[in-house]
């Protein structure tokens, strides 16, 4: 038989499993989002896709990071609202006649029967082209989702447009807005420029993962466009919904799930709703029609700690996206 | 004996300990799949009976992705034939776009 001491030391040990586990987890988190630094500047790159030229611009954005996992919900909220323009199906609030076309054992997606009423309006696919090989001839092509931030912008994920496995910048994309199966509700656009980090293009640091992408016509007068905002605070437990087009299911159908924001990351929003490939790009957006983040990736659950996740809407993002968001705004009206 | 079954009981959750940090820190999966196409940063596969969903997939290949042939010999990503069958172990992160980008991938092993 043991000792006393013996059974203390191993429930010690056995207890010290149960909540270690938990801090390793939170550890983890932490490890991926620490930094010493208090401020950043920005690199973006621009490629221009009717001269074909790029450009490099710096970004002073003064920006203080956090050193953990958030978990406080006290700070600074900047948003700007979303803009539904008015017709027959949309009264400026968030719709709730979604039809649940199918419900596959617990995965919670619905479809989007009527994909121009708002918010979903202002989301689109996007079909995309890529030279893999660099020899001129398109030999790859991909969908994602985008969704409308302004008259003619879009934003989507950074590896959606660029792809180091893919030979670098996409050489075509068009912006299907609203699509819903074989139905194009409205025109399609293409792109004038798209803007990514250099630490995408360089590391495809997942942190960067977003494109800002200039269409080429006024999409959001006809389909609307989604508010942003980013908040100094922890976002956990945000209800927020993700729709996009995923690929298991009709091509080209409009698909939506809620659920919430499990862990707010200085660059980085985990969440539990569910996603397949094909919504990558897809906002991440509260009831108001506020977007908080942009879908990029899923995860196979070990240990069951890992969530799907996107990029978080920072300060620097959010800015950007306001710079390029007034752009438009004095381009069309 | 006690010493024994000490050990034992001691053993195991420190054990199991490590085995849960090192999956948390170095987190593994994997899914085999046919070779479409190859160049020097990336490999197009398509994925049928595997861990993750059926389709086709983009795997990057970094620096540090370990290539073996089917003898356990280093290759280079353009020595793999298309057709082949591989097996793929990465950090289970996947990028949602259509098709899906296998993220972080450790090692590239052929094994048809």
């Given amino acids: 038989m043991l000792s006393s001491l013996a059974k203390k030391m191993y429930c010690l040990f056995v207890l010290s499993l149960i909540f270690g ?3 390793l987890s939170t550890i983890s988190a932490q490890s991926l989002d620490s930094s010493d630094s208090e401020s950043e500047t920005y690199t973006v790159l621009t490629k221009n ?3 074909g030229e790029e450009s490099i611009e710096e970004h002073g954005y003064e920006y203080t990071r956090q050193t953990s996992e958030q978990t ?10 979303a803009y539904f323009p008015e017709d027959e199906a949309n009264d400026n609030s968030i719709d709730e006649g979604i039809s649940i076309d199918s419900i596959i054992g617990t995965d919670e997606r619905t479809q989007v029967a009527t994909t121009t009423s708002s918010p979903y309006s202002t989301i689109g696919q996007i ?5 893999q090989n660099g020899d001129g001839v398109n030999d790859a092509s991909s969908t994602c989702t985008g969704f409308m931030e302004g008259p003619d912008l879009m934003v989507k994920a950074g590896h959606c447009v660029f792809g180091i496995s893919l030979g670098g910048w996409i050489t075509s994309l068009t912006y299907y807005p609203a699509r819903n199966g074989t139905t194009y509700p409205y025109t399609s656009a293409g792109i004038l420029e798209i803007s990514i980090s250099s630490e ?5 640091n997942e942190n960067y993962d977003w494109a800002l992408v200039v269409l080429d016509r006024n999409v959001g007068g006809d389909t609307g466009w989604l508010g942003k905002g980013w908040s100094t605070g922890s976002l956990n437990g945000y209800e927020i919904s993700v729709t996009g087009y995923p690929g298991d299911k009709t091509e080209g159908t409009m698909w939506t799930a809620e659920g919430e924001i499990t862990s707010t990351l200085t660059y980085r929003l985990k969440h539990d709703v569910d996603t397949y490939s094909g919504q990558s790009g897809a906002p991440m957006y509260s009831d108001e029609g506020i977007v908080w983040g942009i879908h990029t990736k899923g995860t ?4 069951l700690i890992f969530k799907n996740s996107g990029t978080r809407i920072n300060e620097s993002l959010y800015n950007m996206m306001q710079e390029k968001y007034l752009d438009g705004i004095e381009k069309y009206y | 004996m006690k010493k024994k079954a000490l050990y034992i009981l001691i053993g195991i959750p420190i054990v199991a300990s490590v085995i849960i940090a090192s999956l948390i820190f170095w987190p593994r999966a994997t899914t085999i799949g046919t070779v479409l196409s190859v160049s020097d940063v990336g490999v197009i596969i398509e994925v049928t009976d595997s861990q993750i969903a059926d389709g086709q997939y983009v795997v990057t290949i970094d620096q540090n992705t370990v290539i073996l042939d089917s003898r356990s010999k280093h290759i280079e990503s353009s020595q793999i034939p298309i057709g082949s069958k591989i097996k793929v172990v990465y950090s289970g992160q996947i ?8 993220r972080t991938c450790y090692k590239i092993i052929i094994i048809e």
């Fill in chain 1, 127 to 131: 079909y995309a082209t890529w030279d």
């Fill in chain 1, 300 to 303: 196979i659950p070990i240990l």
């Fill in chain 2, 95 to 102: 990028l949602e776009s259509n098709p899906a980008i296998i």
């Fill in chain 1, 200 to 204: 995408w293009s360089q590391y495809e």
């Fill in chain 1, 21 to 23: 586990y938990p801090m």
């Fill in chain 1, 49 to 51: 896709f009717v001269t």
């Fill in chain 1, 72 to 81: 406080s919900r006290e700070g600074e909220v900047i948003t700007t609202p």
